[in-house]
């Protein structure tokens, strides 16, 4: 069974309810109804009343949707915009409009526990979706960073299998023979992390890969330097500071850097550069210095090597939601639709977080 096949049957055993803030974008119908058919999850279709058009499409799918404009939540949703922004300057005024915003509704019906995840950004910005999540839901305990990730199912690649692939053939829920799943992180959320983010987002990662996936995490902090090649600079001392922080806070994650991409995923250039490594050669989550090496390398991941790219999946809030590229299509936001709904609080279990 294939990564995306195992992940819909998981999300379809746990009948969960998934919240649309753009219900009036004919990729979110299509992806809606095809989760509706499928049995992966209920979609829950927040109307804009200032899209008449739109929310008629959404109205005829069948499915169920709820209006903003008349629904009597929109004025909880607003006393919580108020509570979480008066100190910064938003007035009584703006707090009820944005009640009546579908994107910060979707977000308020899983903060309310209406639904198990929320899922956004196909046509509104990464920023938007932000910041009606970090007001609304916030970190989860003891997380200071929320960050996000792509699941990037990839041709097969490695010339023998490593220790966490073939870990997951025998017991994964995902295994599959002619792909292998990566976690590239951060792609979308955090420009230039400092090296408390960038263990946050590798501890983040981590949780999140054990959860989805179902493998264990092998994580490598990426640079353009393999063990110090590189020399002194700033970017590498800040990978470098980051590993430190990792074994710190989480010394039982396997995880290793400074490591040139290279090192990280192929075992017998790993060998030469990074020998005694725990993790070079067979590295599963691909943590980027910054946004900018991030965002490039999944792009041209996904458009040169056919892969597909789930995401990006946020991580590091107390409840699910999720963010979309604007340039996704509607397999893609089925597919984060079902992603999102394993990382609700009800359904994954307790327990070692790693391995």
Not at 20 to 44: H, N, Q, S, Y
Not at 148 to 158: H, L, N
Not at 162 to 174: K, N, R, V
Not at 288 to 312: Q, S
Request: aromatic share 4%.
């Amino acid at each position: 069974m294939s990564f995306l096949s195992a992940v819909c049957a998981r999300a379809s055993a746990l009948g969960a309810r998934v919240a649309f803030g753009e219900a009036g974008d004919e990729r979110v119908l299509d992806a809606a109804m095809r989760l509706k058919r499928e049995g992966v999850a209920t979609p829950i279709l927040v109307l804009d009343s200032s899209d008449a058009s739109g929310s008629a499409a959404a109205r005829k799918t069948g499915l169920e949707c709820v209006d903003p404009a008349s629904d009597p939540r929109v004025s909880a949703l607003s006393a919580a915009l108020l509570r979480s922004r008066a100190k910064h300057g938003m007035s009584e005024a703006e707090a009820a409009t944005l009640g009546r915003d579908p994107l910060a509704f979707s977000i308020w019906l899983a903060k309310s526990g209406a639904v198990d995840a929320a899922v956004g950004g196909a046509v509104r910005t990464t920023r938007e979706l932000m910041h009606f999540a970090l007001w609304l839901i916030g970190p989860a305990e003891g997380v200071k960073t929320v960050s996000s990730a792509f699941y990037m199912v990839v041709p097969p690649f490695r010339a023998q299998p490593t220790a966490s692939s073939a870990q997951l053939a025998a017991h994964g829920p995902g295994a599959d023979p002619l792909s292998e799943v990566l976690t590239f992180t951060d792609c979308s959320v955090v420009p230039t992390p400092t090296p408390s983010q960038l263990a946050d987002i590798a501890i983040a990662a981590a949780g999140a890969r054990k959860r989805i996936v179902g493998d264990v995490p092998r994580v490598a902090l990426l640079s353009y330097s393999t063990k110090g090649s590189g020399g002194d600079g700033a970017s590498i001392a800040t990978v470098q500071a980051a590993l430190a922080l990792i074994r710190e806070r989480a010394p039982e994650l396997k995880a290793d850097g400074d490591l040139q991409a290279d090192a990280a995923l192929i075992a017998d250039i790993a060998a030469r550069k990074a020998p005694g490594s725990p993790v070079a050669g067979s590295a599963n989550i691909l943590v980027f210095p910054n946004l900018d090496a991030g965002n490039i390398a999944y792009k041209l991941t996904e458009r040169l090597a056919h892969a597909k790219a789930i995401g990006p999946i946020l991580q590091g809030l107390a409840l699910p939601v999720s963010d979309l590229s604007r340039g996704a299509d509607a397999d893609a936001i089925f597919h984060v639709a079902a992603v999102t709904a394993l990382q609700s609080p009800r359904f994954h279990p307790s327990g070692d977080r790693f391995s």
